[in-house]
């Protein structure tokens, strides 16, 4: 988005000419700014429970959020600068904003009139520097994913090895009698001339297929094994690949929990464990948070909302002890104060495996 179609976008939105010439002087003159990000009059609460603005505000991904205030010496053009009371208050709305995890540049109207390079500098080093750290954060998320998955791998191919080792020592080919319910009953009559023209390890590799990735794993071990006993290959089959037999797949081509930054605004479907759900029937809206990931205070995490209108459709579902099962929702992708948020409104959006 260019500075100019911002503007036209957003300028009904800035409440004062200090806040037009700070656009002017200083936003539009920012070559690293990516305008899609920057908002006008950001709404936050502060800790008295009050609805309070930001001027500006820079949000992008986790690491990435700058409030932007621009003030003037004197609020009341008395020529004598803040009261007590507006100091406190001043205080109190910055504290507030830092509290919720923005970085708060505070900008005087003579230094948009007369220095506007050097806020323009500020700016510009709070974001690379914020970016930086956004860009370690998505690091390090690849790197722990890349190890999950390694120590996953292992553990199936340690699983494999293993029941490869008994394998051998079952040696009766006359007790073949019948192979796994998962095999389809056109195999088993496959099965049946194969065994006439002794290819049995042909007919293996064709069926396993069938079953999931870790039998795969095994073929190549497998086509050397002739003599094994049926009746207990079921029972280890059903045993060790039960999840890629039996198990519902309820969140196929779903996005992990953190990854979903690059899809705000969008309709999507997201996967990963529940880790609190919080009811607040005692405040306005009656909500529930169910929080997917981490928890809060931690901005790092998925937040589903249902608004008290809506909670009785999602009973008894989410009256459960769910902690540590996976969510699986459907939703647009919101951001508030820092996190994402999907709201759920029909039963439909959420499913818990």
């Given at each position: 988005?260019?500075?100019?179609?911002?503007?036209?976008?957003?300028?009904?939105?800035?409440?004062?000419?200090?806040?037009?010439?700070?656009?002017?002087?200083?936003?539009?003159?920012?070559?690293?700014?990516?305008?899609?990000?920057?908002?006008?009059?950001?709404?936050?609460?502060?800790?008295?429970?009050?609805?309070?603005?930001?001027?500006?505000?820079?949000?992008?991904?986790?690491?990435?959020?700058?409030?932007?205030?621009?003030?003037?010496?004197?609020?009341?053009?008395?020529?004598?600068?803040?009261?007590?009371?507006?100091?406190?208050?001043?205080?109190?709305?910055?504290?507030?904003?830092?509290?919720?995890?923005?970085?708060?540049?505070?900008?005087?109207?003579?230094?948009?009139?007369?220095?506007?390079?050097?806020?323009?500098?500020?700016?510009?080093?709070?974001?690379?520097?914020?970016?930086?750290?956004?860009?370690?954060?998505?690091?390090?998320?690849?790197?722990?994913?890349?190890?999950?998955?390694?120590?996953?791998?292992?553990?199936?191919?340690?699983?494999?090895?293993?029941?490869?080792?008994?394998?051998?020592?079952?040696?009766?080919?006359?007790?073949?009698?019948?192979?796994?319910?998962?095999?389809?009953?056109?195999?088993?009559?496959?099965?049946?001339?194969?065994?006439?023209?002794?290819?049995?390890?042909?007919?293996?590799?064709?069926?396993?297929?069938?079953?999931?990735?870790?039998?795969?794993?095994?073929?190549?071990?497998?086509?050397?094994?002739?003599?094994?006993n049926p009746l207990w290959l079921q029972t280890q089959l059903q045993l060790a690949f039960s999840y890629f037999v039996t198990s519902p797949q309820i969140c196929?081509?779903?996005?992990?929990?953190?990854?979903?930054?690059?899809?705000?605004?969008?309709?999507?479907?997201?996967?990963?464990?529940?880790?609190?759900?919080?009811?607040?029937?005692?405040?306005?809206?009656?909500?529930?948070?169910?929080?997917?990931?981490?928890?809060?205070?931690?901005?790092?995490?998925?937040?589903?909302?249902?608004?008290?209108?809506?909670?009785?459709?999602?009973?008894?579902?989410?009256?459960?002890?769910?902690?540590?099962?996976?969510?699986?929702?459907?939703?647009?992708?919101?951001?508030?104060?820092?996190?994402?948020?999907?709201?759920?409104?029909?039963?439909?959006?959420?499913?818990?495996?």
């Amino acid at each position: 988005m260019t500075p100019q179609l911002w503007y036209q976008k957003n300028s009904d939105l800035l409440d004062s000419q200090f806040e037009h010439l700070f656009f002017d002087n200083v936003l539009s003159n920012i070559a690293e700014l990516n305008f899609s990000y920057l908002q006008a009059q950001t709404g936050f609460i502060d800790d008295d429970g009050k609805q309070r603005y930001c001027d500006f505000t820079i949000a992008e991904g986790q690491e990435v959020r700058i409030a932007i205030e621009v003030d003037g010496y004197d609020k009341r053009g008395t020529g004598g600068g803040m009261t007590h009371a507006e100091f406190v208050d001043w205080q109190r709305r910055q504290t507030a904003l830092t509290s919720q995890g923005w970085h708060v540049l505070r900008f005087a109207n003579r230094d948009v009139v007369n220095e506007p390079l050097r806020c323009c500098k500020n700016i510009s080093a709070l974001l690379t520097k914020l970016r930086q750290k956004e860009a370690g954060r998505s690091e390090a998320r690849i790197l722990l994913k890349a190890h999950a998955l390694q120590e996953k791998y292992k553990a199936s191919v340690l699983l494999t090895e293993k029941n490869i080792n008994q394998y051998s020592t079952f040696s009766n080919e006359q007790k073949i009698g019948s192979l796994p319910s998962a095999l389809a009953q056109k195999d088993i009559a496959r099965y049946s001339k194969l065994k006439d023209e002794k290819k049995i390890d042909y007919f293996f590799i064709r069926a396993l297929k069938k079953i999931g990735l870790p039998i795969i794993l095994a073929i190549g071990f497998l086509t050397c094994v002739y003599f094994f006993n049926p009746l207990w290959l079921q029972t280890q089959l059903q045993l060790a690949f039960s999840y890629f037999v039996t198990s519902p797949q309820i969140c196929t081509d779903a996005v992990h929990w953190s990854e979903v930054m690059g899809h705000l605004g969008q309709t999507i479907k997201v996967e990963g464990p529940i880790t609190r759900i919080n009811y607040r029937p005692d405040i306005t809206g009656k909500p529930t948070w169910i929080e997917v990931g981490s928890v809060f205070p931690d901005p790092d995490r998925l937040t589903l909302l249902i608004w008290g209108d809506n909670r009785s459709q999602f009973e008894p579902k989410i009256t459960l002890n769910l902690l540590g099962n996976i969510a699986c929702v459907t939703g647009e992708l919101s951001e508030y104060q820092g996190s994402f948020q999907i709201q759920l409104q029909d039963p439909e959006q959420l499913t818990i495996n």
